[in-house]
C-alpha cells in the first residue's frame, strides 16, 4: 500500500518559514519524482517545486528564492523549506509522486501565513 503523509503545516505570520515534510512508503523511493503542489481557496491547484531522481530542481516563479525542496533518499522522505511566507502562499500543501508508469498524493496539510 502506498502512502504519502505530510506534515509541518500550520498558522505563520508573513515573513516567518515552515518545513513541510512528506513520508513515502510502498514505493521505491529513489525512482521517483517528488513534487509540492498547493491549492488556495477558490483556486487551481498548482505546482510549487519539484525534485527529480537526479535531485535536479524547479520552482514556481513566485517562490524562488524563498522555498527550497530537497530529498532524503535513504529515508524516504521529500521536505519543503518555506522562508519569507506571504499570505498568497497560503493553501493546503499537497505531496506528489511520480515514475514513469505510476504517481501518488498525499492528503494535503494546511498551511496559513496570516497575522
Known amino acids: 500500500q502506498v502512502q504519502l503523509v505530510e506534515s509541518g503545516g500550520g498558522l505563520v505570520q508573513p515573513g516567518g518559514s515552515l518545513r513541510l515534510s512528506c513520508a513515502a512508503s510502498?514505493?521505491?523511493?529513489?525512482?521517483?519524482?517528488m513534487a509540492w503542489y498547493r491549492q488556495a481557496p477558490g483556486k487551481q491547484r498548482e505546482l510549487v517545486a519539484t525534485?527529480?531522481?537526479?535531485?535536479?530542481?524547479n520552482y514556481l516563479d513566485s517562490v524562488k528564492g524563498r522555498f527550497t525542496i530537497d530529498r532524503y533518499n535513504t529515508g524516504n522522505s521529500a521536505y519543503l523549506h518555506m522562508h519569507r511566507l506571504r499570505a498568497e502562499d497560503t493553501g493546503v500543501y499537497y505531496c506528489?509522486?511520480?515514475?514513469?508508469?505510476?504517481?501518488?498524493w498525499g492528503q494535503g496539510t494546511q498551511v496559513t501565513v496570516s497575522s
Open positions: 525534485i527529480d531522481t537526479d535531485e535536479s530542481t
Open positions: 510502498g514505493i521505491i523511493f529513489r525512482h521517483y519524482t
Open positions: 506528489h509522486a511520480r515514475s514513469h508508469t505510476n504517481e501518488f
